[in-house]
């Protein structure tokens, strides 16, 4: 009965994506998937986090930004005279910020007068603070000179682009180390308010800091794993094999770049869902449930629980990484500037309770869910609108005004989705076994 | 060396606003803290309630200007706030009905409060945008100076002015007058004192025959009042851009959990800790510092030390210290 009432859920997913494809547009539909198939990874890690170990993380828009910084950093081309001009100074000077941190943290650890200790270290912070922002800004002006119309920043390392993915994965990892190793172990509201402002912190980051990744100026035209459509289109045997199956060579270019993406995409979500159905069923997965079931108990028995709850952060964390990473592979561009916690924080917490929190079925289910709304209430709520205005002028001020809030309208969706979800069946669609 | 001059700079760029901004933190901070408080749960919509607050505000604001009311000197919005408390209270407590209350009944823990909170954040955020759109809207009037820049530099002859805002004036008059009523209320009036029972020890209240319904009842209808004042002050001082007001949500943790989360006078030291730290760190002092130090001392950088894209960094950073030295807050909250 139960596996039947998921078949069945999933087979809706399956049927509303055709439906959009015979409707509206097949290059939909499989935007749909595509960014379906991220959400799911995204909503996964969010799972490992919530529905494993029970820690609420709402800072998922910054690791997923963090992502999208692995791939310019490491798939842009390198732009060898920025780094002439001042690449080196800058890394020196982060170098040297790390250092200071470390002489700090070892000054505060090895001197036992508490004066000593106090004034030692605001010195060392404040003098290391100056130094390093001379160093620092000098760089920054040389290298943010070089083409600043087309470059103005440090490129990257001109790999090919799949690599940035699981180094997505470990840039997203490396600061939730920090953030864990700081705010896990305080009260879960805590939690959620530190993470909430380390992800606006990054965002911060990547929008100013022009030398990294051109700041809101955007990277665009990141390489792609897949062909480019133009490229297709100009095949002679593609462009043949399209007109003997009877599709318009360019609408067959466009939906057959899509479904590499889509193929990629499956693999890592397969992937990461075999991972993390292991990881719950084993008894590594039965200790987090009991940390989160109950914390006193599982401390009693001998279970590191700050410890257990800085791993799993880690690795929730790092998945949100990796899709981050896919999704800006996707775009081929980073737009730090369409970054808001609304979508890619609170939206990926709806998928997690729609679907089922704890439930990794549950969790993809609601992924690919949330996100079919996500896009399709708009047409939706214009097609509804349209009926309920219907009765009014043409150019009357009511309607064009109800007409153009409908893009609004999967906000007000989505908060009443998600208030109906835990009020009438708040273990999600697919509820934990 | 010009040390009254470097005052004036001072405060025309540090002191004023940051008293301003710091008193639209406390006045938010105070809301969140009720309600971690009495309801016991952090609230993530309260940055949504003030835009829903604010808004109303705004909506009735245009009308009266629309039916040729004004204040004189003082914005028309003053005018307008009771309608905008009065609708965010109804709306507030439509919420608490249909929501929250069931979630109480079932004495559910506080995560999932927060993440029901998290709904009518969604909720309230799309109504704000179906309303009045994501734009920036104006609607404040009146006076736009107390004292002028001009004004000032011609009436004391210094080569600095100082400018306070009719916004700015009105902001710190009103925050004051604010906490004065809610601290009269909390301490002197019987409603008051039981709400503080409820939140010191909820079982004994109940025992001592206080309704719980009721104290919840008042607290919303004060979290109301506080976050659409704070809205207003703010959309005033600033502008009113419904987005922003999300983003104030971080401050406002940051203020309300550094002076104690459950304590009001803690929230509003936060308030002005958060606020001042805020600007101080993302000033560029080199004018302060080029009329206070000695010609051969003069700074030749902006003396900033983070760029103001970054202030959200600040009250971050405060969160974090204060979390790691002293979880419950500077003024002792009810956090453990």
Known sequence: MENLKIALLFILVVFLILITGFVQSWNTALLILNMGLISAIMSLGVNIQWGFAGLFNVGIMGFVALGGLAAVLVSAPPVYESWSVGGIRIIGAIVFGIFVIVTIGLWIKKIVNSRQKFWGALILAIAGFFIYRTIFDTGVVAVEAVNPASTGYLGGLGLPILVAWPI???????????????????????????????????????KNEDWLARGVKNVIGLPRPAPY??????????????????IDPVTASTLYVKLIYAGLFSIVLIVIFILAQRALHSPWGRMMRAIRDNEVAAEAMGKNVTGRHLQIFILGSAICGIAGAMMTTLDSQLTPGTYQ??????????????????????????GFIIWFLWVQVEPIGQFLMLILTSGLAEDSALKLHLMDSVAHMRLLTMGILLLLVLRFSPRGLIPEK | MDLLNALIVFSNFVFIPALAYGSQLALGALGVTLIYGILRFSNFAHGDTMAFGAMMTVLATWWLQGMGVSLGPFPTAILALPFGIVVCSLFILATDRVVYRFYRKQKAKPVILVIVSMGIMFIMNGLVRFIIGPNDQRFADGERFIISVREFKQLTGLREGLAFKTTQGITIITAVLVVLILFWFLNKTRTGKSMRAYSDNEDLALLSGINPEKVVTVTWLIVAALATVAGTLYGLDKSFKPFVYFQLLLPIFASAIVGGLGNPIGAIAGGFIVAFSEVTITYAWKKVLKYSLPESFEPTSLMQLLSTDYKFAVSFVILVVV???????????KAF
Do not use: H
């Open chain 1, 229 to 246: 459509e133009i490229d297709l289109q100009q095949n002679d045997k593609f462009v043949n094999t399209a007109n003997s199956i009877g």
């Open chain 2, 323 to 333: 979390l790691l030295f002293r979880p419950t807050g500077l003024f002792r909250g």
């Open chain 1, 168 to 206: 997505g994965g470990l840039l997203a990892a490396g600061a939730a180390w920090v953030i864990g190793k700081t705010a896990l172990g305080l009260r879960s509201d805590y939690l959620a308010i530190a993470t909430l402002g380390i992800a606006e912190i990054i965002i911060a980051i990547i």
């Open chain 1, 341 to 366: 916690p609304l979508r890619y924080t609170f939206l990926i917490w709806v998928m997690v309770i729609v679907g089922g929190s704890g439930n990794n079925l549950g969790a993809v289910l609601g």
